[in-house]
């Protein structure tokens, strides 16, 4: 089983304030860096360190080449990614707070660039136990969608960032949808959490959603089945992969343990130290810290 991943390739640059900038404010930043981040290259980072074989499909500037070495590290393979020299990499200018919220512009750039030709090149290459990995930081999802989907691949997605283009996607060809609730909310336009799970099941019965709920935890819906696993407390200093990470370990395990519960625990205890580290890619842990924290933890 190997996880393909149509997914942006960014630069984060990361600045530390007091608190988020308002309109007309002009505010001095505490610190700054400059790293690799994008949910694309962060789900995979996770994918891979957890042991999925991982392709990553998508996009970055030449100039911005070196930037890749965090994947490079983690063993993604990068042959489907390409180097583009008229195009400015995909960006974020991240702010992050003192209780580690954070605050996301992003700039599409090289990561809208996605073709035809790359998008059947990639899928070529997959074979019917595979995953098809998408987030919602690059062009032709729909594509990508139909062209996995009758390739008999399985589909996971997560809707991020939630904007109205998400409404005519055909979803009812996705195996795994990961949302928050305020994600959830907005794609079945309802008000509640409790009236959004309700809404996810009659509207995508054949689709296992993954619904993350911060630090409450996640839960997991397939028809009338709901299994909770809560968060791990830890002192967070910054919680801006938190979400990739953790959706890169679940599909990692999910694929190889065949256990909900078991992948949703693993995943959780990802992305609970992910957010005691600082920046994106640079957090994401490895899967034998993973288990040292759990194994302190039963």
């Known amino acids: 089983m190997a996880v393909f991943n149509f997914g942006s390739i960014n630069i984060d640059y990361v600045y ?13 930043s505490d610190g700054y860096r400059a790293v690799l981040g994008g949910k694309g ?14 392709f990553h499909i998508g996009a970055i500037g030449a100039l911005d080449a070196q930037m890749l070495t965090p994947m490079i590290d983690a063993n993604v393979d990068l042959s489907l990614v390409s180097k583009l020299d008229d195009v400015a990499s995909g960006h974020a200018i991240i702010q ?5 919220e954070n605050s996301i512009i992003l700039f599409g750039g090289a990561n809208q660039t996605l073709t035809s030709q790359h998008i059947d090149n990639a899928l070529a290459k997959a074979s019917v136990d595979d995953w098809v990995l998408l987030q919602n930081e690059t062009n032709a999802i729909a594509q990508i969608i139909d062209s996995a989907s009758e390739k008999g691949l399985k589909i996971a997605f997560n809707p991020a960032p939630m904007t109205n283009s998400i409404q005519s996607l055909p979803i009812d060809k996705i195996d795994l949808l990961v949302v928050n609730e305020i994600e959830a ?16 099941k009659a509207q995508y019965p054949n689709t296992n959603v993954l619904l993350t709920l911060g630090k409450q935890g996640v839960m997991f819906l397939h028809d009338q089945k709901e299994i909770k696993v809560d968060a791990f407390k830890v002192d967070a200093k910054d919680t801006t992969a938190a979400g990739d990470t953790f959706i890169g370990y679940f599909l990692a395990c999910y694929t190889t343990l065949e256990n909900v519960e078991s992948a949703m625990r693993t995943a959780c205890a990802a992305s609970a130290i992910a957010v005691t580290r600082e920046g994106a890619a640079p957090s994401i842990p490895k899967m034998d810290e993973v288990s040292t924290f759990l194994s302190q933890r039963t």
Do not use: R, W, Y
């Open 96 to 100: 992050v707070t003192p209780d580690a």
């Open 16 to 28: 530390k304030v007091d608190h988020f900038v308002a309109p007309g404010e002009t505010l001095s």
């Open 41 to 54: 290259a962060n789900q995979s980072i996770a994918c891979a360190k957890a042991g999925a074989p991982t």
């Open 185 to 200: 909310m907005q794609l079945t336009e309802t008000a509640s959490e409790h009236a959004a799970k309700v809404a996810l």
